[in-house]
């Protein structure tokens, strides 16, 4: 038994002790909420398509308020501001309560990146605390839930919302157990690109989905903040007496990728560009350096594929910078091919020296391998055109640096 649990127990610390990155991300939005009012250049009230949804309370600008300590708390009264007799999946909405809701629906909406929220749910069971990513144009096809939170306190529910192939919406849901929610403030993340969507709890890991084709439908994502009463929780009845109760959210972070778009790469070493030789199309065609010579074979399409990491398209041929046949080892060479979000085609951009827009390109699978990590470089610092870029442990050299140049 001692023989199987060791390990067992490595597994889990390599596994589930990473926090979340910030490789190839800036902090592009802080939020604190201070004093004395909801900052409205950012923020609207209510849902983006209007005051309620699926659930029991009505919202209005006055339950969601900056308190003087610098928290956004929204609270849930009994109270009837409006009437409706509307059925939905989550039971009829009879509007007896009033809470608050707020979004950043045309002021701060994001395609990918990270967010982070800092939050206090209500320890009210029959309470529906959310918060979630929806697009610009007010549906719920594609949503990113970051959290929710129903019935116990201790767990929450997050997923994604897409349209699949017959365009009806299908929910991927999952939940983290034994998670508090309601005692003290705690940290909920999730940083999403073109293949991964990716959720942490208190900066810790919680999963990595892989959802290239669905993510296709991710355009800019807008924040909504939400504090319900029944709907998903509706098995849990709603005892009166345990309302006014609140949510209090104390900051939020968002960060967006450094790159996304057409590059060029020159060596600082060399000045020579990384290419496709001879713009062939063909999987497996090399990667070398070469003179600039504004091919679309010298340009590559560099994006966000999630979780601190990028991909790296040549422009003509649309395949991807890839470590041949899996390898790690110092002189792995560099080739392309089609691309399927291996992580002998993920790419970190470590930006070096503390100049911007240069860079050291580090392969993905190799720091998932013992030993150091690998580095797109020149072999043996060459100057000669034409040789075929490898990978090669770090080792302080100009010739594994490159110049990244926006098209
Ligand atoms: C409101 O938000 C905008 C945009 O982030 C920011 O420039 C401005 O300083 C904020 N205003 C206050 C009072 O914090
Ligand atoms: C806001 O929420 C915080 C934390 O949950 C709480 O300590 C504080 O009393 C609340 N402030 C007001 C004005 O309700």
């Not at 509307?86 to 629906?105: C, K, M, Q």
């Not at 019935?151 to 192939?165: E, K, P, V």
């Not at 041949?324 to 091919?337: E, F, K």
Request: glycine letters at 8%; hydrophobic letters at 35%; charged letters at 20%.
């Amino acid at each position: 038994m001692r023989i199987l649990l060791i390990p067992l127990v490595y597994l889990l610390v390599v596994s589930y002790t990473d926090t979340h990155p910030t490789d190839g991300l800036a902090l592009t939005f802080s939020e604190q909420f201070n004093p004395p009012a909801l900052n409205t250049s950012v923020w609207n009230y209510g849902y983006p398509w209007g005051s309620y949804h699926n659930h029991r309370a009505n919202t209005v600008p006055r339950q969601a308020k900056i308190t003087p300590e610098g928290y956004l708390n929204i609270s849930a009264i009994r109270e009837r501001t409006i009437t409706l007799g509307i059925l939905t999946d989550f039971g009829p909405i009879d509007l007896d309560f009033t809470s608050g809701a707020v979004n950043t629906n045309g002021k701060f909406c994001i395609k990918n990146g990270y967010v982070e929220v800092n939050l206090r749910a209500s320890d009210v069971q029959s309470t529906w605390p959310s918060v979630y990513l929806i697009g610009e144009d007010q549906t719920t096809v594609p949503m990113i839930t970051i959290m929710e939170v129903f019935n116990s306190r201790s767990r929450f529910t997050y997923g994604f919302r897409y349209a699949n192939d017959q365009a009806t919406a299908e929910d991927e849901s999952y939940t983290a157990d034994n998670r508090e929610t309601s005692s003290g403030f705690h940290r909920f993340g999730v940083d999403w690109g073109y293949d991964q969507i990716t959720w942490y709890y208190d900066d810790q890991w919680v999963k990595t989905i892989v959802k290239s084709n669905e993510l296709k439908q991710v355009d800019n994502m807008c924040l909504v903040i939400s504090f319900g009463v029944g709907g998903k929780s509706k098995d849990t009845p709603i005892d009166p007496r345990a309302y006014p109760t609140l949510m209090s959210v104390d900051w939020i972070e968002m960060w967006q990728p450094k790159y996304d778009g057409f590059y060029k790469f020159e060596n600082t070493h060399t000045g020579f560009v990384m290419e496709i030789e001879s713009a062939l199309t063909t999987e497996r065609a090399r990667v070398l350096q070469w003179h600039d010579n504004g091919g679309d074979w010298q340009k590559w399409h560099v994006q966000y594929a999630g979780h601190g990491q990028y991909r790296i398209f040549a422009a003509h041929s649309r395949q991807a910078l890839d470590a041949y046949g899996w390898q790690t080892n110092n002189g792995a060479p560099l080739i392309q091919a089609v691309y399927h979000a291996g992580d002998n085609q993920l790419w970190k951009i470590n930006e070096v020296d503390g100049s911007p827009g240069v860079v050291q390109l580090i392969s993905v699978h190799s720091l998932n391998q013992p030993g150091p990590g690998k580095l797109v470089s020149v072999p043996a610092s060459s100057t000669d055109a034409g040789i075929q870029l490898h990978l090669w442990e770090e080792v302080n050299n100009a010739d594994q640096k490159w110049k990244m140049i926006r098209l």
